[in-house]
């Protein structure tokens, strides 16, 4: 079946927009994970989403940044007043299920550049 | 929080020949460690995971090793092919369901 889509693919920003990132997971996966992945770099745990609940937002590096989830499905990543140091790339995963041990299966990313 | 550290940072084989990652972890409540292979420009994909409760997993040509102990696991490529040149992330789990990542292997396979 289908993988984890994301949209768009690359992103282009002045600094100072706000962008929206898209995240499609794979049908009936209840878990929802975002990642950033700065150039050479590991993952960065943002948020994740149980349904729609997102129980943890620790992850998210400032009050600019935030997530919803809607109808247990598609996931938006919504950057407010843009800077250069959010150009990465922006990782969405899901689960079938939220717990430890379940694999996580990612998309293909939006590189996200800030000018 | 939890704190994955990676090494090396790249890594260069002869085609043929084995590569060993090497990860440790600071949490000792982590209980599920995977890893995943980012080739250039896609989508990182697990290739192996392992679980606090087995010591050692293998799979045709990878395996990966548990020290709970130590707070150590490891990666083993044998017989390294051209088509395992990758980027290689280790992570580590607790049960707050997160992913806590390693900076990256770089992995080159000389023909």
């Known amino acids: 079946g289908a993988g984890v889509s994301q949209s768009p693919s690359n992103k282009v920003t002045e600094k100072g927009k706000d962008v929206e990132l898209r995240c499609d997971p794979i049908?009936?996966?209840?878990?929802l994970y975002w990642y950033r992945q700065s150039l050479g770099q590991g993952l960065e745990f943002l948020i994740y989403?149980?349904?729609?609940?997102?129980?943890?937002k620790s992850g998210l590096p400032s009050d600019r940044f935030s997530a919803e989830r809607t109808g247990g499905s598609v996931s938006t990543l919504t950057i407010q007043r843009t800077q250069q140091e959010d150009s990465a790339v922006y990782l969405c995963a899901s689960s079938l299920m939220l717990g430890a041990g379940e694999t996580q299966y990612f998309g293909p990313g939006t590189r996200l550049l800030v000018l | 929080g939890e704190n994955v550290e990676q090494h090396p940072s790249t890594l260069s084989v002869q085609e043929g020949d084995s590569a060993v990652i090497k990860c440790t972890y600071s949490?000792?409540?982590?209980?599920?460690f995977p890893w995943y292979k980012q080739e250039l420009g896609k989508r990182p994909q697990l290739i192996i995971d392992i679980r606090s409760n087995v010591g050692e997993k293998k799979d045709q040509r990878i395996a990966v090793t548990l020290n709970k102990t130590a707070k150590h696991f490891s990666l083993h490529i044998t017989e390294t092919q051209p088509e395992d040149s990758a980027v290689y992330f280790c992570a580590a789990s607790t049960n707050d369901y997160k992913l806590s990542f390693g900076a990256g292997t770089t992995v080159t396979v000389r023909a």
């Open positions: 049908s009936g996966h209840t878990a």
């Open positions: 989403f149980q349904g729609n609940s997102a129980p943890d």
């Open positions: 949490d000792s409540a982590s209980n599920y």
